[in-house]
Structures are given as C-alpha cells and as structure tokens.
C-alpha cells in the first residue's frame, strides 16, 4: 500500500507522461505538414513512448492497490517556427520531465517508499537517455543550419533514428 501523497503524484506523473505524448503527436503532424516526414515518423514513434511511460506507471499503480485517478490534459502547443523550435522545444520539456521525475524519486526517498524509489530509477535512465537524444538532434540541426538542403539531410538523419 503506498502513501496517498505518493499516490497522488504518481497520478501527476501519468498525466505528465500522457500530456508529452499529446505535444508529440502535434509536432509530428507539423513536421509532416511542412515536409518533414524523417521527424514527422520519429515524433509519431516517440508518442508512442511516452504512451508507454504512461501506462508503465499505471501498471505500478495497479500493482500497489492504489486508484488512477486522471486528471484533464493541457491542450499542447500546435504551432512551431521551424524545425530546429520544434526540437528545441522538444528538449525543454524533456528537462521539465526531468525535474517532475526527481522531484518524485525525492519525495519517495524521504517517505523511506523505497518499492517506488527502485521502480522510478528506471524513469531517471529513460530521461537521461532523452536528453541526450533530444540535445544530440537540437545541436544538430544548429549545426546544419536553415538551407533546404540542410533540413532535407537532417531530416533523413532523424529518419534514421527511427530504424526504419
Ligand atoms: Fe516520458
Ligand atoms: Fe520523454
């Protein structure tokens, strides 16, 4: 049984997970709309992610008896400048997420929840993965620079972080 005030932001934390999934989803459609289908396909995929992250915490919730109780989602942002805004947004709020999930494994270690300190250290290894991966394509789009030719070749490259 886990403490209600860690109930209650483990709550907060799904609709965290579920709001980033939302924001993705419309930056992958901005990118397809302006010709950006290699980032377009990879935010697709990366919502899918954050789905994930949702429903990972969940199933913790489900495990430890404790009730979901959703909350409305902010309604994201829709409307980007270029590609390089849309990633550097992208890694804005992997910082935010960052801080949210710390805050969490803070406050389950001084409550000695120590089930929930182990369960979220897998969440603290996903957000260091996304950093590096969201800063790895903002910087390189800084790099590339804002020709059509520039954007055509970063966008293949993001592409092909996809595998696909
Ligand atoms: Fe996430
Ligand atoms: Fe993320």
Redesign the pocket.
């Known amino acids: 049984m886990l403490l209600d005030e860690i109930v209650k932001k483990l709550n907060d934390q799904v609709v965290k997970?579920m709001y980033?999934s939302n924001l993705y989803l419309n930056m992958s459609s901005w990118c397809y709309i302006n010709g950006y289908d290699g980032a377009g396909m990879f935010l697709f995929e990366?919502a899918k992610?954050?789905s994930s992250?949702a429903t990972k915490l969940i199933t913790y919730l489900n495990e430890t008896d404790s009730l979901l109780v959703l909350k409305a989602i902010d309604k994201p942002e829709s409307n980007f400048n270029s590609l390089l805004d849309v990633f550097e947004k992208t890694y804005e709020?992997?910082l935010k997420?960052t801080k949210s999930i710390n805050e969490l494994v803070d406050l389950a270690f001084s409550l000695k929840d120590y089930s929930t300190f182990n369960f979220l250290q897998w969440y603290v290894s996903?957000?260091h993965e996304?950093e590096t991966l969201f800063r790895g394509i903002k910087d390189k789009i800084s790099l590339a620079g804002s020709s059509d030719t520039s954007l055509y070749l970063i966008d293949e490259y993001i592409k092909g972080l996809t595998g696909k």
């Open positions: 997970e980033a990366h992610e954050e992250h709020h992997e997420v996903e957000q996304e």
